[in-house]
């Protein structure tokens, strides 16, 4: 874990600076440099667990990308803060926001290019995702109201609601669908909170943005439920002798379901 521990210091030393580089130029209070910095030390805690949890003593080419968009994060974490207690212009705001979503199509062009998929560089990818989207939702809950936070929150309610419904946990199909909803978050929230749209256009665009997000939500909880009920249905123990009514209706349901768990959408 040597390696690790020191990119993680690194990555910890580069959100400090650009924490610093902030504060220098646009003013940063310490509502910033509270966020900023705990989210820094967050961000070790849990990528630290992750990476041990996939036994990993090194971060690949890909991951040191999305630690540099989980740095950009940061900042952008620092100045929604200190943006809120009436500081940080939204004119610096929304260009690191922006560079950190555009990065977010180059770390998976670079572990394909390089060969380093892994489960760890996934899980850093989408938690970085999840949290940028939480973050723009609470800047555009400012101007929009409180509802907005439900974009930002959903994943983490997705999260959640498996605990209680392990299923939700299942693996679903790759989706183009899927990935370009999720890429339109970020870029719709930005747009709403910019400042640069008028009120009832960035309101439209916000709407559209958790429409979206609640439709792609809903067909996954469908597939996985489905999924979830073929499996049930196979484990069914084989009906007695006699029961041949039974037996058609068993093997129609289990036709229709597995159709269904192998689409890809």
């Known amino acids: 874990m040597g390696s690790l521990v020191r990119q993680q210091a690194a990555g910890a030393g ?63 974490t620092a100045l929604v803060a200190n943006h809120l207690n009436g500081g940080a212009p939204l004119a610096v705001l ?5 560079v950190a979503l555009a990065l977010d199509a180059v770390d998976g062009q670079v572990a394909r290019r390089t060969g380093t998929s892994s489960a760890l560089g996934a899980r850093f990818d989408m938690e970085s995702d999840a949290f940028l989207i939480l973050v723009l939702s609470v800047l555009a809950a400012e101007t929009f109201g409180y509802w907005v936070l439900v974009i930002g929150l959903m994943r983490y309610a997705f999260v959640a609601a498996s605990w209680a419904l392990p299923w939700l946990n299942g ?21 709403a909170a910019s400042g640069l749209l008028p009120h009832l256009a960035g309101l439209a665009v916000t709407v559209a943005a958790l429409a ?18 073929a499996h049930r249905t196979a484990a069914l123990p084989e009906p007695r002798a006699g029961h041949a009514t039974c037996v058609v209706r068993r093997r129609s349901t289990l036709r229709r379901h597995h159709h269904l768990a192998t689409r890809n959408p």
């Open 14 to 76: 580069a959100q400090v600076a650009l924490l610093g580089v902030l504060a220098l130029t646009v003013g940063l209070g310490a509502a910033g440099w509270a966020a900023g910095l705990a989210y820094a030390v967050g961000l070790w805690a849990l990528l630290a667990g992750a990476a041990r949890k996939a036994g990993a003593r090194s971060l690949g080419p890909a991951d040191h990308v999305t630690l540099a968009r989980a740095i950009l994060i940061g900042g952008v």
């Open 94 to 98: 929304v260009p690191l926001a922006s």
């Open 212 to 229: 979206t997000l609640v439709w792609s939500f809903g067909r996954d909880v469908l597939w996985l439920h489905s999924a979830h009920r």
């Open 171 to 191: 693996t679903l199909p790759p989706s183009r669908a899927r990935k370009v909803v999720a890429a339109l978050q970020g870029v719709l929230l930005v747009a």
